[in-house]
């Protein structure tokens, strides 16, 4: 009987505190130079989209999203690459999605970039 006891205090205290988790008010992004209290669609974006490089030591970009194109440069293991968009380029080991880059006018492979925003298609 004590362990029913304990077992329904438990689940009374946990469905407690998800309902105020849940009565909790979601803060909404808003766009710049709109009403206050307007939502942010992806599509309404006035900044670039973010990305962080995951491999190791770092990857090459490329001029077209495919690795048999012109190497453009490279960027380091850990750090912040502005992305524009999106593309379907050549399979990198199961991953066929390209980043196309703001600031190098290049492409990196998705498979060793984690995105940070939604990046949309081009």
């Known amino acids: 009987m004590l362990k029913r006891t304990k077992t329904a205090v438990a689940l009374t205290a946990g469905a407690m505190g998800l309902g105020l988790l849940g009565a909790a008010p979601v803060a909404a992004a ?12 992806w599509d309404d974006w006035s900044h670039k989209q973010r990305g962080v490089v995951v491999a190791k030591p770092g990857i090459l970009i490329r001029s077209q999203p495919t690795t048999a194109s012109h190497k453009m440069g490279f960027i380091h293991r850990a750090e912040i690459v502005w992305i524009d968009c999106k593309v379907n380029g050549q399979n990198v ?3 066929s999605i390209w980043y196309k880059l703001s600031s190098h006018n290049g492409y990196l492979a998705a498979r ?5 925003d939604h990046i949309p298609y081009c």
């Open 30 to 41: 808003t766009t710049p130079g709109a009403a206050p209290g307007a939502v942010k669609t």
């Open 93 to 95: 080991w199961g991953n």
């Open 112 to 116: 060793y970039v984690k995105n940070v």
